[in-house]
């Protein structure tokens, strides 16, 4: 089945309490399409919205642009005071159906938006961002040394609770030429989409092309896989570090974003480390497959046996027979 529309065309708000966290309640009224041949169905879709993180709790509407309907709905909708909890109480939705004019709560106070001086940076701007996975914030930011560097943020980004992150560094070739020598494409669109999926997170979108070497260097390095040396071999022919990256300007992003603690989307363990070590705590660390294909084979299992990335980068890889694990290397 698939969404011809899923921006309500009605909605209305209310807020209640369940097991002792406030809730927000968006009931929407959205067009579906039931098929090519049958006229599109009207469907009443509930909401609900933690009022603490933004976190939303979905219904059957697609879970990206569900959050994003629901987001703008209740910019303007205004916290009301819940009963304690009790065991038998279940979401309660106020009988009224607020105007979205309303002063918007501060639990609720997204999207963020940077000051044109950020710390870290010199210079900061936000604005909305409509992508083809959901309705994001764009962030800019240029970092001491002139790099102009990105994120996309969605939902309520709460300094208490963690947020999903991807920290994607910069791959001309692939994201935006959709290069098949690696899976940083296919990777920055699916990490897009879960972020979506979650209806709150962050994407860091890091100047660092070529692992931090730059894209002429990137080019020669791949003249000289494209005559036999892997991704390492290439870099240290060239005199050039494995990876000149660091995380500094990804952990001053994610502060002037408010976020503090993050569920990072990486097999690199350096990327963890390196935000750590930047005063940025990574309470989880979560896979991002995507963009395997037989012509990359090789870059990913360079990366995970000779850059120490984590082997759950080899999706469905590490069947007996069919690839190498690390510890049979
Ligand atoms: N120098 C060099 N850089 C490359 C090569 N292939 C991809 N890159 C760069 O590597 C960066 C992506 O890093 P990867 O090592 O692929 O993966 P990662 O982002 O560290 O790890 P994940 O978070 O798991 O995706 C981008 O900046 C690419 O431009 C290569 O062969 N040589
Ligand atoms: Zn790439």
């Given at each position: 089945m698939?969404?011809?529309s899923?921006?309500?065309?009605?909605?209305?708000?209310?807020a209640?309490?369940?097991?002792?966290l406030?809730w927000?309640?968006?009931?929407?009224?959205?067009?579906?399409?039931?098929?090519?041949a049958?006229?599109?169905?009207?469907?009443?879709?509930?909401?609900?919205?933690?009022?603490?993180?933004?976190?939303?709790?979905?219904s059957?509407?697609?879970?990206?642009?569900?959050?994003?309907?629901?987001?703008?709905?209740?910019?303007?909708?205004?916290?009301?005071?819940?009963?304690?909890?009790?065991?038998?109480q279940?979401?309660?939705t106020?009988?009224?159906r607020?105007?979205?004019?309303r002063?918007?709560?501060?639990?609720?106070?997204?999207?963020?938006?940077?000051?044109?001086?950020?710390?870290?940076?010199?210079?900061?701007?936000?604005?909305?961002?409509?992508?083809?996975?959901?309705?994001?914030?764009l962030?800019?930011v240029?970092?001491?040394?002139?790099?102009?560097?990105a994120?996309l943020?969605?939902?309520?980004?709460?300094p208490g609770?963690?947020?999903?992150?991807?920290?994607?560094?910069?791959?001309l070739?692939?994201?935006a030429?959709?290069?098949?020598?690696?899976?940083?494409?296919?990777?920055?669109?699916?990490?897009?989409?879960?972020?979506a999926?979650?209806?709150?997170g962050?994407?860091?979108?890091?100047?660092?092309?070529?692992?931090?070497?730059?894209?002429?260097d990137?080019?020669?390095?791949?003249?000289l896989?494209?005559?036999?040396?892997?991704?390492?071999?290439?870099?240290?022919?060239l005199?050039?570090?494995?990876?000149?990256?660091?995380?500094?300007a990804?952990?001053?992003?994610?502060r002037?974003?408010?976020?503090?603690?993050?569920?990072?989307?990486?097999?690199?363990?350096?990327?963890?480390?390196?935000?750590?070590?930047?005063?940025?705590?990574?309470?989880e660390?979560?896979?991002?497959?995507?963009?395997s294909?037989?012509?990359?084979?090789?870059?990913?299992?360079?990366?995970t046996?000779?850059?120490?990335?984590?082997?759950?980068?080899?999706?469905?890889?590490l069947?007996?027979?069919?690839?190498?694990?690390?510890?049979?290397?």
């Amino acid at each position: 089945m698939r969404w011809r529309s899923v921006w309500p065309s009605r909605a209305c708000s209310g807020a209640g309490r369940l097991g002792g966290l406030g809730w927000r309640e968006l009931v929407m009224t959205s067009s579906r399409m039931l098929g090519a041949a049958r006229p599109a169905a009207k469907r009443r879709s509930r909401i609900c919205i933690e009022a603490a993180s933004g976190r939303c709790r979905r219904s059957s509407l697609r879970a990206g642009r569900a959050a994003d309907a629901a987001a703008a709905a209740l910019a303007g909708a205004q916290e009301l005071p819940g009963p304690p909890p009790g065991p038998a109480q279940r979401l309660r939705t106020l009988p009224h159906r607020s105007p979205v004019s309303r002063p918007m709560p501060t639990a609720l106070s997204f999207p963020p938006t940077l000051p044109d001086r950020p710390a870290g940076f010199v210079r900061g701007a936000s604005c909305d961002l409509p992508t083809a996975a959901g309705r994001f914030r764009l962030h800019a930011v240029v970092d001491a040394r002139g790099r102009e560097h990105a994120a996309l943020s969605l939902g309520a980004l709460d300094p208490g609770t963690p947020v999903l992150v991807r920290l994607h560094s910069e791959c001309l070739s692939g994201d935006a030429f959709g290069s098949l020598k690696c899976d940083c494409g296919p990777q920055l669109h699916r990490a897009l989409q879960h972020l979506a999926e979650a209806g709150a997170g962050v994407l860091l979108y890091l100047r660092q092309e070529g692992r931090g070497i730059g894209l002429v260097d990137k080019v020669r390095a791949y003249a000289l896989q494209d005559q036999g040396a892997d991704t390492v071999e290439a870099n240290r022919r060239l005199g050039l570090p494995d990876d000149a990256r660091d995380y500094a300007a990804a952990a001053d992003l994610l502060r002037a974003l408010g976020v503090q603690r993050v569920r990072l989307l990486t097999h690199n363990p350096a990327k963890v480390q390196g935000l750590q070590a930047a005063g940025i705590t990574v309470v989880e660390r979560l896979p991002l497959r995507a963009g395997s294909h037989p012509g990359n084979q090789g870059y990913l299992r360079t990366k995970t046996l000779r850059m120490g990335h984590w082997p759950d980068l080899l999706d469905g890889a590490l069947r007996p027979g069919r690839w190498q694990t690390v510890e049979d290397a």
